[in-house]
């Protein structure tokens, strides 16, 4: 099965391994795994791939509208690799709503809490 993010790779060989608890390698990585979790209904992975700074409380995470991930669009990366601290990722992310397509846009900043990359905050 081809990964949610659409990564072109298989979910086993992309997303699932962070879903499971294993460390993402980069912040690119970390967003790709979070949009799969919005798609799979993940909010305990939600939580805690988020900083503990900025992160919202564990009931606010449940999604209240029933939504369908359609598709993810990688714009940008800034930084985010092994040996950074910090990373940008800019994306698109569409959805179903209401039988309405809407569109996600934004500029999300990670960093590395305990080497672990977390998603910080979004501009949208």
Not at 14 to 43: F, H, I, N, Q, W
Request: charged share 25%; with cysteine.
């Amino acid at each position: 099965m081809t990964c949610y993010c659409q990564s072109n790779k298989s979910f086993f060989d992309c997303c699932e391994p962070y879903l499971r608890g294993e460390a993402a390698p980069t912040a690119e990585a970390l967003m790709r795994s979070r949009y799969s979790a919005y798609v799979l209904d993940k909010g305990n992975y939600l939580y805690k791939s988020w900083s503990q700074s900025t992160r919202p409380s564990k009931k606010s995470l449940k999604q209240g509208e029933p939504m369908q991930w359609q598709s993810l669009e990688i714009i940008n990366t800034e930084a985010g690799g092994a040996l950074d601290t910090e990373g940008v990722v800019e994306f698109k992310a569409s959805y179903l709503v209401d039988e309405k397509t809407e569109t996600l846009h934004e500029v999300s900043r990670f960093i590395k809490e305990n080497n672990r990359w977390v998603y910080l905050d979004g501009n949208y």
